[in-house]
């Protein structure tokens, strides 16, 4: 069956150390998003992809980066620089605009 | 600004009672709208979505949206809620003229026995 992957479920992280978060799909959707969710505030968006070697900044990318060498695959990384990064995070695909997007089942990152 | 508003952050509803959850959007045209259902820790399912034509949609899980232009509204309704039903609800819509959804802050419900 096809759909996306999101894996650890659950990461802990030493202050001061970056971690990537996986995020593979089967789709072949050409679009991916990252976002992050806090308690009470929705999810917001940290980088998308449209298109293969190509991404954009969304509103919180500050302290994260992100690669999309392949069109299944789009890792996110939490730097050292992201100064809250316990969250949960939030990989989703599309197709295009009028078929909304799937969502990976999450990763629960903690600092420690 | 564009925003979508879910006014209620937390709804309780009796098992068998009707449900209707709020969203408002404020785009400078009508976007795509869209409802997703996220149980605890997991990822989000598409409930329904709307693009245009008949304004009442029908999605899984027996829930159904009514858009209202005038509104600029995208209620979520259910006749009868049941206790599998207990989750957080976003409301989302994406410009007609990109594909950046934009979500609501959720409204969790809990259901009641």
């Not at chain 1, 069956?1 to 971690?19: A, M």
């Not at chain 2, 937390?10 to 785009?27: D, F, K, M, P, Q």
């Not at chain 2, 206790?83 to 934009?102: I, P, T």
Request: aromatic fraction near 14%; hydrophobic fraction near 30%.
């Amino acid at each position: 069956d096809g759909g996306i992957t999101q894996s650890p479920k659950y990461l802990f992280r030493k202050e001061g150390q970056n971690v990537t978060l996986s995020c593979e799909q089967n789709l072949n959707h050409d679009a991916m998003y990252w976002y992050r969710q806090d308690p009470g505030q929705g999810l917001r968006l940290i980088y998308y992809s449209q298109i293969v070697n190509d991404f954009q900044k969304g509103d919180i990318a500050e302290g994260y980066s992100v690669s999309r060498e392949k069109k299944e695959s789009f890792p996110l990384t939490v730097t050292s620089a992201q100064k809250n990064p316990t969250a949960f995070y939030l990989c989703a695909s599309s197709m295009g605009q009028n078929y909304g997007y799937t969502f990976g089942s999450g990763t629960r990152l903690t600092v420690v | 600004a564009q925003s979508v508003t879910q006014p209620d952050i937390h709804i309780t509803v009796s098992e068998g009672a009707s449900l209707e959850l709020r969203c408002n959007y404020s785009y400078g045209a009508t976007p795509y709208l869209f409802w997703y259902v996220q149980s605890p820790g997991q990822g989000l399912q598409l409930l329904l979505k709307y693009f245009s034509g008949d304004t009442l949609v029908q999605g899984i899980k027996g829930f159904e949206a009514e858009f209202k232009r005038s509104q600029s509204s995208f209620n979520l309704r259910k006749p009868s809620v049941h206790w599998s039903d207990a989750a957080e609800y976003f409301c989302a819509v994406v410009h007609r003229d990109n594909n950046d959804m934009r979500f609501g802050a959720g409204t969790r419900l809990t259901v009641k026995p």
